[in-house]
Nanobody
């Protein structure tokens, strides 16, 4: 059984910080990506990590404000988000099971968590 469970979302004011977690079970994934989806918007990639080597990638909208990391022992991914903006408001999802294709494309991932809500007010 493959399972991804996100946590750490919440409501903060602009400029605040949140740390999202994604605990994986059933497999140790090589590629893991955080996505987000706001109401009426397409799901978009936020940050990705190659867990075996620690390579990280970020969407332009969050570069300099977010840090993705992976705890190999706990098999948990983290997304530290600082200087949050109202535009960051969305449901955040952890995606794994990368099967090739565009790394920022949701269709490239097989497994998804239930999501955790992030709300940023001005």
């Amino acid at each position: 059984q493959v399972q991804l469970v996100e946590s750490g979302g919440g409501s903060v004011q602009a400029g605040g910080s949140l740390r999202l977690s994604c605990q994986a079970s059933g497999y140790t994934y090589n590629w893991v990506t955080w996505f987000r989806q706001a109401p009426g918007k397409e799901r978009e990639g936020v940050a990705a990590i190659v867990t075996r080597v620690g390579s990280t990638y970020y969407a332009d909208s969050v570069k300099g404000r977010c840090t993705i990391s992976h705890d190999n022992v706990k098999n948990t991914m983290y997304l530290q988000m600082n200087s949050l903006k109202p535009g960051d408001t969305a449901m955040y999802y952890c995606a794994a099971g990368y099967s090739g294709g565009g790394m920022w494309s949701s269709s490239s991932y097989k497994y998804w968590g239930q999501g955790t809500q992030v709300t940023v007010s001005s």
